[in-house]
């Protein structure tokens, strides 16, 4: 199974995320656009991994708190690895202090399971679209590029999580699907 650890985002930026990548995607069909529906927060990703593994991972993840719920600002629109050379179209996440915290807990919690650190610095976003630049014309993704320029200081609403889920990502034709396998609230007190 594939696993992955994310927070989820309340209805209303869906919305707006929805509409959003309506509006980019009338610019480029061809560029991969995520389903609106399973936008998340990714806190750690783990990757492939086994049924017993996947019960140590549980057992792990049951033991992050945090003395405060996460609040995330939804803001604003840029490119992975930069706007000339795109390859992940984004949104950013401008999180509370304990946002980073709980990612770096993760990652010294998971490390003795034998689930890898992550090499560059946590930078919480929101995934919009993936680009293949040998499926894509370059004059689409300039235009995408162009029209995400009016969303630079957009924002696209805010959230206020106590709890982080263990997903399963399961691919298939149609794009990935994610399936929650657990829940977990790291704010004691919280439901």
Same mark, same amino acid.
């Given at each position: 199974? /594939?696993?992955?650890?994310?927070?989820?985002?309340?209805?209303?930026?869906?919305?707006?995320?929805?509409?959003?990548?309506?509006?980019? /995607?009338?610019?480029?069909?061809?560029?991969?656009?995520?389903?609106?529906?399973?936008?998340?927060?990714?806190?750690?990703?783990?990757?492939?991994?086994?049924?017993?593994?996947?019960?140590?991972?549980?057992?792990?993840?049951?033991?992050?708190?945090?003395?405060?719920?996460?609040?995330?600002?939804?803001?604003?629109?840029?490119?992975?690895?930069? @706007?000339?050379?795109?390859?992940?179209?984004?949104?950013?996440?401008?999180?509370?202090?304990?946002?980073?915290?709980?990612?770096?807990?993760? @990652?010294?919690?998971? @490390?003795?399971?034998?689930?890898? /650190?992550?090499?560059?610095?946590?930078?919480?976003?929101?995934?919009?679209?993936?680009?293949?630049?040998?499926?894509?014309?370059?004059?689409?993704?300039?235009?995408?590029?162009?029209?995400?320029?009016?969303?630079?200081?957009?924002?696209?609403?805010?959230?206020?999580?106590?709890?982080?889920?263990?997903?399963?990502?399961?691919?298939?034709? &149609?794009?990935?699907?994610?399936?929650?396998?657990?829940?977990? &609230?790291?704010?004691?007190?919280?439901?």
């Amino acid at each position: 199974m /594939r696993l992955f650890v994310a927070l989820d985002l309340p209805e209303a930026a869906h919305h707006k995320l929805r509409d959003l990548i309506a509006e980019l /995607r009338n610019e480029c069909p061809d560029i991969r656009w995520v389903r609106p529906e399973g936008i998340h927060v990714t806190l750690k990703f783990i990757g492939h991994v086994d049924e017993a593994k996947a019960h140590e991972i549980q057992e792990a993840l049951g033991k992050i708190h945090s003395d405060r719920p996460v609040i995330m600002e939804l803001h604003g629109i840029g490119f992975f690895p930069n @706007e000339r050379r795109p390859r992940v179209v984004w949104c950013g996440v401008h999180g509370s202090d304990n946002l980073a915290k709980l990612a770096g807990d993760m @990652e010294a919690l998971l @490390e003795p399971l034998g689930i890898e /650190r992550e090499a560059r610095p946590y930078t919480p976003h929101l995934t919009l679209a993936r680009i293949d630049p040998e499926k894509v014309r370059r004059a689409q993704v300039e235009k995408v590029v162009a029209t995400a320029k009016k969303f630079e200081v957009t924002s696209f609403g805010s959230a206020r999580e106590t709890q982080f889920h263990l997903y399963e990502s399961v691919t298939k034709p &149609s794009g990935a699907e994610y399936k929650i396998l657990q829940s977990f &609230s790291f704010v004691k007190g919280s439901a």
